[in-house]
């Protein structure tokens, strides 16, 4: 079974560079996370899809990230501008529920972000 | 403000010993508490949970502990295995029945276990 897929798997740019990363879940699940992991801050939930909808945007840390869910096959997270403390692990997740513990997220194998 | 902390950054066991991970939350609303494994350049993985309604639960090495009162889980590991050396995260979430909740998750900060050989 294919799990949960990002890429790109690294990515290193400059900043003010448009990031764009990707993530496609696993078929039939309907709820999607983004992540970020940081030494500083840990895994922390930056926004939550469910059936497409963006449901909890309240981890975004500013304007200049963005999500989308075009179909319940495909997301993509956005930084633009991008700036050097965006540097991190950004993990994307699914789950065929909510979340809650009969239904644990699935996570993919994240994207490493460097900017520089 | 972190609503779930695992206080030990690293931890250290021989093979075939017991492994004893913590982790405590703030919030009296959780009600779902989750375990995940992460080994380098991977995602972490789900690995045992327990609900609110609980206090044990059981899978095989792997076992998860409950202390609602004291607001604060468990995972054991035993025998301890060399595979096991990995980061461990604890999670939590809140379940409303019967309302709309986002399934969010809360993460700890993660501890490093090491298992010797």
């Known amino acids: 079974d294919a799990g949960v897929i990002q890429s790109p798997r690294h990515e290193v740019t400059e900043m003010g560079q448009e990031v764009t990363l990707r993530c496609k879940p696993i078929?039939?699940?309907?709820?999607l996370f983004w992540y970020r992991q940081t030494m500083m801050r840990g895994l922390e939930l930056l926004i939550y899809?469910?059936?497409?909808?963006?449901?909890?945007d309240s981890g975004m840390p500013e304007d200049r990230f963005s999500a989308k869910m075009p179909n319940a096959s495909f997301s993509t997270l956005k930084i633009q501008p991008s700036e050097p403390r965006d540097s991190a692990v950004y993990f994307c997740?699914?789950?065929?529920?909510?979340?809650?513990?009969?239904?644990?997220?699935?996570f993919g194998d994240g994207t490493r972000l460097s900017i520089l | 403000d972190q609503q779930v902390k695992q206080n030990s950054p690293s931890l250290s066991v021989q093979e075939g010993r017991i492994s004893i991970l913590n982790c405590d939350y703030t919030n009296s609303m959780f009600d779902y508490f989750l375990w995940y494994k992460k080994y380098p350049a991977e995602g972490p993985t789900f690995l045992i949970s327990?609900?609110?309604?609980?206090d044990k639960n059981e899978d095989g090495r792997f076992t998860v502990f409950l202390n609602k009162s004291a607001k604060h889980l468990s995972l054991h590991i035993v025998p301890s295995q060399p595979g096991d050396s990995a980061v461990y995260f604890c999670a939590a979430s809140e379940e409303i029945w019967g309302s709309s909740n986002t399934g969010k998750l809360i993460f700890g900060q993660g501890t490093t276990l090491q298992v010797k050989p």
């Open positions: 997740a699914s789950s065929s529920g909510r979340g809650s513990v009969n239904q644990p997220q699935h």
């Open positions: 327990i609900s609110s309604i609980k």
């Open positions: 899809f469910n059936n497409n909808v963006p449901i909890d």
């Open positions: 078929s039939g699940h309907n709820s």
